[in-house]
């Protein structure tokens, strides 16, 4: 009898739930895009997801002033246009924060003392009085302009030129790499002891690393902090280097990493490694020519969570490097532009999509390995 090749409802229920998570998290990063991409006006009126329709914007500028009048017959009259988007349109002005909507574009409004205001629907208007306009300001005019959706790399350009994010991008580079590929390291050699070299203590050590990981980062900062600067004391290094946050992250990334890599390492073919023993291989030649090759999937899974968390970091960045400009991170930098310049938005989405760019290009290149390295050793 042939098995039936039809997939159980629990199977289309899980990809359902997935593809849900996927788009989920997926519509977040687009929503940063497209407003990182979007006029700055358009941004501050509107939601991204309205990015390609029209939007409406009420604005209130002023108009020229009296110096530019011209007689024209007996009015003395001021011209100009408010539109500095030419394929906007005009539908409602007005010279009254009361009422700034009272005339459609076109009409001819009547002000006070006999003068009459004209906006036309491409912006132009013309102020028109039967004495000489006085004073040093123009008059205010409220309008409201059909605007189409335009796009543009001005964000980008702002950010990356004059927000300091480039000095702040390296320094992120600086402390991010060192911190992802240390830990690796360390732990590569301490899980494959931990799993195939029989030694007294393995078990505590194995319960040690587990225990390790529930422990909060926020409880154990400060003794690390604390220990850093006695020991940097006493070797006459200053506290606010790049060494101090390498082996902090590194400290913070061993036990997640030990554990992953010591599960997925007991989890190989002792047939192999009995192999080379019986062939005169030591330890650390098994190690070099076969274990690192074949955990390669759990060293990618790792670096992936590592690079990710640094990336990230802010914490640990502002403890142990400052706020200085010399050594500030790319998330100190844009917690400074936060408080600084926290209602221009454009600026904001710019930034925030720039740092997220090396982490997901860090992502996509690894991500086929981050299953498989996972799931290792969780399944006998």
Not at 18 to 38: D, N
Not at 327 to 332: A, K, P, R, Y
Not at 359 to 375: A, E, T
Request: net charge neutral; hydrophobic share 50%.
């Amino acid at each position: 009898m042939i098995a039936s090749s039809k997939r159980s409802p629990l199977t289309y229920l899980v990809h359902a739930t997935v593809l849900f998570l996927v788009v989920i998290w997926t519509i977040p990063t687009a929503g940063l895009f497209v407003s990182s991409i979007r006029d700055k006006d358009q941004l501050s009126v509107s939601g991204w997801w309205t990015a390609l329709s029209t939007s409406e914007q009420r604005i209130v500028d002023r108009a020229n002033g009296p110096k530019t009048q011209t007689q024209e017959g007996d009015q003395f009259v001021i011209r100009g246009n408010l539109l500095t988007n030419s394929s906007a349109v005009i539908t409602q002005f007005g010279f009254s924060s009361l009422d700034p909507e009272a005339f459609a574009a076109g009409t001819l409004a009547e002000m006070r003392n006999g003068q009459t205001l004209q906006v036309m629907a491409n912006g132009d208007y013309a102020l028109a009085s039967p004495a000489q306009w006085k004073g040093s300001r123009g008059q205010r005019i409220f309008y409201t302009a059909e605007v189409p959706p335009r796009f543009t790399l001005d964000n980008y350009r702002e950010v990356l030129s004059a927000e300091g994010l480039g000095q702040s991008f390296l320094n992120s580079l600086t402390v991010t790499i060192p911190a992802t590929i240390i830990p690796i390291l360390v732990a590569a050699f301490a899980a494959y002891a931990l799993a195939w070299m029989r030694f007294p203590g393995r078990a505590l050590l194995v319960a040690a690393v587990v225990g390790l990981l529930v422990v909060p980062l926020q409880m154990s900062l400060i003794p690390l902090l604390k220990s850093y600067n006695l020991i940097g004391e006493f070797f006459g290094v200053g506290s606010k280097t790049y060494v101090g946050i390498w082996l902090a992250h590194t400290g913070f990334g061993l036990p997640l990493a030990i554990y992953l890599l010591r599960n997925y390492i007991a989890g190989l073919p002792s047939e192999i490694i009995e192999s080379a023993r019986v062939d005169g291989a030591s330890d650390f030649d098994i190690f070099r020519k076969i274990i690192l090759p074949l955990s390669f999937p759990a060293l990618a899974s790792f670096a992936i969570f590592q690079f990710l968390w640094v990336w990230n970091d802010l914490l640990i960045a502002m403890v142990f490097l400052g706020n200085n400009e010399e050594h500030l991170v790319l998330t100190g930098q844009l917690r400074e532009l936060l408080g600084s310049r926290g209602g221009n938005w454009e600026i904001l989405t710019a930034s925030a999509f720039i740092t997220i760019i090396v982490p997901l290009c860090v992502f996509f290149s690894l991500q086929r390995y981050l299953v498989r390295g996972l799931l290792a050793g969780s399944v006998k």
